[in-house]
């Protein structure tokens, strides 16, 4: 008996039997779905990673850990996990030790914050392809949070892309959002600025390639619904969902890991189309699922009626939380890549010279504790991001930097 099912037999009395559901697997999430899960050609990331030396930040989070599974299968020649949780490291290390990865494995427990730190790293390591998935990615934890999610998310950034280029790595994978397009959160802001840094130093030098690849919600993944929803509904409910409308893109883990080395192997494998020129790489998630709908095949897979077994409860939009999230904006071109689920979009950037100043402001309110400048320093980078006061009201518009 699984513990779901003993937490049921619990809430039921024991009267109605469960049926077996695991939604920590990626077989069970694909059952929640509107779509098929795509079946991806592995063998250009294959050709990408085979004997090549990849180190991987955020190794031991949901999108890391699964990065670092897939990547080993591919034989690499080294592959360095770097994490600063030190059981989240433990157990992705153990778990590639286990398999049989032990000959190549070099695990690090280093915040990407720390530049010094993984200086020491990259010169140990040097990485030919670095895969950048550290970044702190909940909305309202980085909302109340926003001088440590722009320390992580832009600080970090900043530090993985210079020290890649400092060891000569031949591409870094940054894996990015959904969130980042006419971010409403402070997190969508700060992931949209490790995007603009990722794109100017892409333009600025011919060395290395810096491979953009946005996506968005993950399902399975810590902090995301569906953990959420089958905690609730073990403990027999209320399943608490926003708003009756809001809908969000998903993929399951290892769909969305496929497609990111997919995209990241056409940087050789379609020369026609990935020069240096800053583009982004947009996953195609599909159709956006309703929250709600997905609540309600979550309780039905358990055997359960919503609004009968199960209560469904609706709490109100968070801070910085859309009803909706978009992939590219509208005036974005989005061009086929010859790569079933993967597009390129051309958004704005920001030359170098131009950004390099504005990016040295966020981080230095972001170290000082400086919540409202650090603010009006995000909204210059990223206008789209209006800040919100302690009364709820827009921040006063700033001029937006020129683009």
């Not at 969508?188 to 603009?196: H, P, Q, S």
Request: proline share 5%; net charge negative; aromatic share 6%.
């Amino acid at each position: 008996m699984s513990v779901f099912d003993d937490l049921f037999g619990k809430f039921k009395g024991g009267k109605r039997k469960v049926p077996s559901f695991n939604p920590q697997k990626d077989t069970d999430l694909e059952s929640l779905l509107p779509r098929p899960p795509r079946r991806i050609d592995q063998r250009a990331a294959r050709k990408l990673i085979a004997g090549k030396r990849v180190l991987i930040t955020g190794a031991g989070g949901t999108i890391g850990s699964e990065l670092v599974r897939q990547t080993a299968a591919f034989e690499p020649a080294h592959l360095a996990l770097v994490d600063n949780s030190e059981f989240n490291l433990y157990l992705i290390d153990l778990e590639m030790r286990e398999a049989g990865f032990d000959s190549i494995m070099y695990s690090t427990l280093t915040d990407v914050c720390r530049r010094e730190h993984l200086d020491r790293t990259f010169k140990l390591v040097q990485p030919d392809i670095v895969l950048h998935a550290a970044a702190f990615k909940h909305v309202p934890i980085v909302e109340q949070n926003r001088c440590a999610g722009a320390l992580t998310n832009v600080l970090g950034a900043k530090n993985v892309f210079d020290a890649a280029m400092e060891a000569k790595a031949e591409s870094v994978v940054f894996v990015s959002t959904d969130k980042a397009v006419n971010p409403t959160s402070f997190m969508g802001a700060t992931k949209r600025i490790a995007e603009l840094y990722a794109q100017a130093l892409d333009v600025a030098q011919n060395d290395t390639r810096f491979v953009t690849v946005r996506f968005g919600n993950v399902l399975g993944s810590t902090g995301s619904v569906a953990p959420l929803f089958t905690r609730q509904i073990a403990h027999g409910g209320p399943v608490t969902v926003t708003h009756p409308e809001i809908s969000r893109y998903f993929m399951t883990t290892r769909e969305a890991v496929q497609l990111v080395l997919q995209a990241a192997s056409l940087d050789s494998a379609e020369k026609s189309v990935v020069t240096h020129d800053g583009r982004i790489f947009v996953l195609d998630m599909g159709e956006p699922v309703k929250i709600l709908d997905l609540a309600k095949r979550m309780i039905e897979a358990y055997g359960l009626t919503p609004g009968v077994d199960i209560e469904i409860r609706f709490t109100g939009l968070r801070p910085g939380e859309k009803l909706f999230e978009e992939i590219f904006l509208d005036t974005d071109k989005l061009v086929k890549t010859g790569a079933d689920g993967v597009l390129l979009a051309s958004p704005a950037m920001i030359d170098l010279p131009l950004l390099n100043p504005r990016l040295c402001d966020v981080i230095e309110h972001a170290l000082d504790g400086e919540q409202e400048a650090l603010d009006e320093a995000v909204h210059h980078l990223v206008p789209e991001f209006q800040p919100t006061g302690a009364n709820g009201e827009q921040a006063r518009q700033n001029r937006p930097l020129t683009r």
